[in-house]
């Protein structure tokens, strides 16, 4: 793959590869959504990817994300939550988050229901699954999940959109292809018990193809749109 220096080229690029893929599924580019991950890349160079035509942004730390949304107050302009959200923080996210794609508890679920109320708000959510059992990493385990949805029946201001995965670090995409197709089996369960659960957010810069494949409706990019080191 040639390199390409540029935001703009890198964007074409990743345009062309989403759709490539999409079509591959048998779906459009219109199917799936990438979120672009702005983490440590600077408000300057994320209003130059809105001016691109990215409008979701996906970010891991409250308190980082807080000083670019305030910063950034465009109009049509999206920010996702995808890191790790301590419960301490849950009002803030509320606040601040479109979506929370890292819901990875039900106590984390009840915190932002109860907060999403206080707004008066409905607040659409993903929950984060754990599909390969790692210790290291946060999110349901997928035989919790039905139990989950049951209960977040219950949460009227959370509004349950699909589920998401990062899948475990491989140098080659395809050994994580079953990851990606067994997140989308445990989804069209949820989805045959209730309404919703039509999103599935899973593929990143280097496996972002095959997570599309394999179902994925929302891709979480950040290094192969920024630069490695942006
Ligand atoms: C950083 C991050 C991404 C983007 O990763 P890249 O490899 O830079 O594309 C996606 N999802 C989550 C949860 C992340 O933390």
């Known amino acids: ?11 074409v690029e990743i345009r062309a590869r989403v759709a490539a893929s999409a079509g591959r ?15 440590t890349i600077p408000a300057a160079t994320v209003e130059r990817a ?9 970010e891991n730390r409250v308190q980082e994300a807080r ?11 999206r920010w996702d939550l995808i890191g790790h959200l301590q419960t301490n923080k849950a009002a803030r996210a509320a606040e601040l988050f ?6 990875d508890s039900l106590r984390l679920a009840e915190l932002l229901h109860h907060e999403a ?5 409905v607040l659409p959510i993903l929950l984060e699954v754990n599909v390969a059992g790692e210790s290291s990493k946060s999110g349901f385990a997928p035989g919790n999940l039905a139990a ?12 349950p959109e699909g589920l998401m995965t990062i899948a475990p670090l491989s140098v080659d995409p395809e050994e994580v292809r079953p990851v990606f197709r067994e997140l989308r089996r445990w989804c069209d369960r949820l989805r045959q018990e209730s309404e919703g659960w039509n999103e599935l957010s899973m593929g990143m ?4 193809e095959v997570a599309i494949e394999e179902g994925a409706t929302i891709v979480r990019i950040g290094r192969a749109l920024f630069g490695a080191k942006a």
Not at 1 to 11: F, H, K
Not at 67 to 77: F, T, W
Not at 205 to 208: K, T
């Open 205 to 208: 810069s280097d496996d972002f």
């Open 50 to 58: 809105f001016e691109l035509g990215f409008t979701t942004f996906g």
């Open 67 to 77: 000083a670019k949304i305030q910063d950034l107050q465009l109009p049509g302009i």
């Open 98 to 103: 479109s979506r929370i794609q890292s819901v």
């Open 25 to 39: 599924s048998g779906r459009t580019d219109a199917a799936v959504q990438i979120v672009a991950v702005t983490k």
């Open 1 to 11: 793959m040639a390199i390409v220096e540029t935001l703009a080229g890198r964007a």
């Open 148 to 159: 989950a949805a049951a209960a977040l029946r219950h949460l009227p201001a959370l509004q």
């Open 117 to 121: 109320s206080q707004l008066g708000l």
